[in-house]
């Protein structure tokens, strides 16, 4: 009965955190909920930001906590006797798509990737109806008051802004994929390993969002004479050069991860994608606090997940055999170590001092850690 309950809640949080998304894009939201938002929320503590906090960042918070409740509760009841999984979760969790370059995509992640196409898609129809429709920014010449742009050049710039929003949706979830002891991704049945393809493809869309988003307001410049606005660095609105920074990171980052330079040179690959706090840190200082807010739930717990790898990675693990099998893959037995629960097709990265004490290698684990006893 407590699980039902604890069940209902997340389902409720996680319904509503979806519906904030859902109408950040409308007019009812700048209108309507903004303001009376604001009046109620904003704190002493977090000043105007206490909205966003509260309505992006709390309600994930909240239920990677009660998840780990959950989870911890049916494991509790699971020693003590076993649990059938319902029919509808053994639905969602069924293969529905196997086929390359998607993989093994089940039927819960089709769902879930289609209302995120869904969300990208209604978001920039929102964005651009309500721009085109009577709120067109228009740049203006501060000693004549008069527009230096074209209307098409002002739809122009907004098309280009507009991209950049939907591309900080992108970064809202893009490093869930990659908490690999992330509680979220256990609740709905998904491991880190079947997971980070989505990281791949969020980060391949969020970079082409952004690189449009560049070059179009790079255009925009050299239409209207400004391109002085490149290398501005503005105290009170938006930083161009800390956004220039962070594209040319995101560039850096994008190119090495292409399989082709990913496989052939991984340590490139690696190493470059260790920039990603400089590229975080100009990304926040270019967009501002209000869409860092935004985008802090998945950070905070990619920290929080990184922070016990870090503890998690002092543990030591004897090698008891050594084997090279007929198909050139190395094979490794080790002994078990006290409370490590794995299955078969987890991932396991190993590091072997003598070589490096920075590179950690992934192994795929081929036992259970019920299969044998300790």
């Not at 076993?82 to 039927?107: D, E, H, K, N, Y």
């Not at 998690?312 to 099998?325: E, I, P, T, Y």
Request: charged fraction near 10%; aromatic fraction near 14%.
């Amino acid at each position: 009965m407590n699980n039902m309950i604890i069940r209902l809640l997340l389902l409720l949080v996680f319904a509503g955190w979806l519906i904030v998304w859902i109408m950040v894009p409308t007019k009812t939201y700048k209108l309507v909920w903004t303001p009376k938002l604001q009046a109620h929320l904003t704190s002493t503590y977090f000043g105007v930001q206490g909205t966003n906090l509260l309505l992006f960042s709390f309600p994930v918070m909240f239920v990677a906590v009660l998840s780990c409740v959950y989870l911890h509760l049916v494991q509790k009841k699971s020693q003590n006797c076993a649990i059938r999984s319902p029919v509808a979760a053994g639905f969602l969790r069924r293969p529905m798509i196997v086929a390359s370059p998607l993989g093994v995509v089940t039927a819960m992640e089709l769902g879930f990737g289609l209302m995120f196409i869904a969300l990208l898609v209604w978001s920039l129809a929102n964005y651009l109806i309500i721009s085109f429709g009577g709120h067109l920014h228009r740049q203006m010449d501060m000693t004549t008051m008069m527009s230096i742009d074209k209307v098409w050049q002002a739809k122009f710039r907004s098309v280009s802004l507009r991209l950049g929003y939907i591309g900080n949706i992108c970064w809202a979830f893009l490093f869930f994929p990659v908490t690999r002891s992330s509680s979220i991704l256990h609740m709905f049945g998904l491991t880190s390993e079947s997971s980070i393809k989505y990281h791949i493809w969020l980060g391949h869309l969020s970079t082409i969002l952004f690189a449009i988003h560049t070059l179009g307001f790079i255009i925009y410049w050299g239409m209207t004479h400004q391109m002085v606005l490149l290398l501005q660095w503005s105290k009170t609105y938006v930083s161009n050069v800390a956004g220039d920074i962070a594209m040319v990171l995101a560039v850096a980052m994008w190119v090495t991860s292409i399989p082709r330079v990913r496989r052939k040179m991984f340590e490139v690959f690696y190493y470059t994608h260790q920039l990603y706090p400089l590229y975080i840190l100009f990304y926040v200082l270019h967009v501002g606090a209000s869409y860092f807010c935004m985008i802090l739930p998945g950070i905070f717990l990619f920290a929080v997940d990184r922070y016990l790898r870090f503890l998690q990675s002092s543990g030591h693990a004897a090698l008891v055999s050594a084997r090279v099998l007929p198909c050139e893959t190395l094979e490794l037995n080790f002994s078990k170590s006290k409370g490590l629960d794995y299955n078969p097709t987890s991932i396991l990265f190993i590091n072997i001092p003598s070589i490096s004490k920075l590179q950690w290698h992934p192994f795929t684990v081929t036992s259970n850690s019920n299969m044998e006893a300790d």
